[in-house]
DNA sequence: CAGTGGTCTAGACCACCTC
DNA sequence: AGGTGGTCTAGACCACTGA
């Protein structure tokens, strides 16, 4: 382990940083999957020869980002979708009025094209790179409110069709993180109104021309790389897209 | 200093949360006020009689949240909505092309009023109790872009006037806590799309029925005390909303 | 009970800023 | 040179979990 020295460094990064990288590394070549336990603090701080302090800080990092997940007594564990309790982490909506009731996800369409312009350049790709098309409706309360279309990279998720779609019992992202092996980390979101065209209006029955949120997502995996493009168009009557400022 | 005891307690907190509290009494009372400098890690490990890690622990939690600012060689510094570089804090707004101009903002109108039911309840005041209600426009290279109606607790801000806000020179918080001593901790939003009405399709310089956000903000003093009410209509043909999730 | 993460301490040294 | 925050260590003990 390479020591910071006394000497000015433009590369220089505490201790604590290169074991985050060599963590992350052991996340990215799926030493450990997701929901897996890893180990303990003190082995891999004998593991790296630091001691667990700065183990310590690392991991701390690391479960501030949601990278991972502590749990006292038990261990530390690989941040999944799988988790419920991640479920509304990358979706803010919150009813206008009381709880949020129990979704559900309807697939529509899903198939395979190549990229244009705009994917590519979203997505990191070549233009005409194949590319899978999702359409799915997001349901609170048998309510039609999030009618979500859908860009991945072809590659990464080779046998993807409206029957898997349709057989996954919990999210998206859960799907992709179990049968492909990908992992969102995080995501950048742009909010726009706009006016509902026909197809939007018709499956989150409102009337044409009135306002919806658009919500354009791009999702991360590790090391950055973009693995989704998404734009949704939520209803805002009953429900409304929640932030919290820090 | 209470040590945490070997017996188990409901109200136990680890040492660092009581040195955390400690630390924002003093915030509160004005002790170290907006911009200012706080002692140093060691002399307050020696005023609260805990070590230099301790306090250092506390100071971390606190400059994750933005109560407080590090920077190292000089020391801790209170955070103040003067500081430039935390304009964007609570405004999440950007250019889809090309980098945000700066920013002009352009007080309309100021008066003071009763609280109604909804803002009695959304500020935790009486009905009835006096308030400030505030409108203004915020432009970017002088494209209106955003009208606020922004609702305030009279008693916190005795002699607001229309004047005063348009002589405030930086931000509407800059003005507050330097001039109020009301700082603006956090902030909750709630987005919704809705049709243009007639005052805000005029002060945009949108047709009236087009799509606006509407970002409402509840925003919060210490001990989460909200302090604003405010509705803040965005025209999002050249800007948008940016969120990002971790 | 043993093993995990969580807290607290004391001390050393580094990086950065100011005088 | 002297002060600040930033990093790293080693060791002790506490709180929680599960066998």
Redesign the interface.
Known sequence: MNKPSTFHSPTFSPLYRQIRALITRSLESGEWGPGDIIPSESELAIRFGVSQGTVRKAIDEMA???LLVRRQGKGTFVATHNDPRSFF??L?L?ANEGELQPSKSVPLECWRAKAGPDVARTLALEPGAPIIIVRRLLCFANEPVVFDEIYLPGELFPDLTLDILKSGTSSLYSLFESRYGVRMI??????????ADRVSSELLQVAEG?????V??VTFTYADKPVEWRRGY?S?QNF???????
């Open positions: 501030a980002e949601n982490r990358f803010r919150a995080r995501a950048d979101e742009r909010l726009r109104a706009v006016s009135s306002p919806l949120l658009l354009e997502r939520y805002t409304h897209y929640h932030n919290e400022l820090g």
